[in-house]
Nanobody, 123 residues
Framework: VQLQASGGGLVQAGGTLRLSCVASKRSISNYAWFRQAPGKAREFVGG????????NYADSVKGRFTISRDDNKNSVFLQMNSLKPEDTAVYYC???????????????????WGLGTLVTVSS
């Protein structure tokens, strides 16, 4: 499975962006978004399980970010509201083989990764 993320850009603090991730083929599995800021480790942002019954977010984005999926379009989305300068990072989408009812936060649980899209939030 190949993943292509898009939708990043430059936005002012308080603004919104919507990231999209399209898979090369239908993948009824868990999806997640991670991000990596300069000089920092890659971290979990949010994830959704295979049947949308379970969605999980990092504490730093709860209430501001929303993850969703459209399996008819092989896509997963990350709606980002009330953006802060500390949200600046390269955002990656990821998926895994198989299906889990839970939403893992660890990088090693995901098998396929997109190249990332840069989000820059100015103060």
């Amino acid at each position: 499975v190949q993943l292509q993320a898009s939708g990043g850009g430059l936005v002012q603090a308080g603004g919104t962006l919507r990231l999209s991730c399209v898979a090369s083929k239908r993948s009824i599995s868990n999806y997640a978004w991670f991000r990596q800021a300069p000089g920092k480790a890659r971290e979990f942002v949010g994830g959704i399980n295979w049947n949308e019954s379970n969605v999980n977010y990092a504490d730093s984005v709860k209430g501001r970010f929303t993850i969703s999926r459209d399996d008819n379009k092989n896509s997963v989305f990350l709606q980002m509201n009330s953006l802060k300068p500390e949200d600046t990072a390269v955002y990656y989408c990821a998926t895994k083989r198989g299906m889990l009812s839970t939403v893992p936060k660890e990088i090693q649980n995901y098998d396929y990764w997109g190249l990332g899209t840069l989000v820059t939030v100015s103060s």
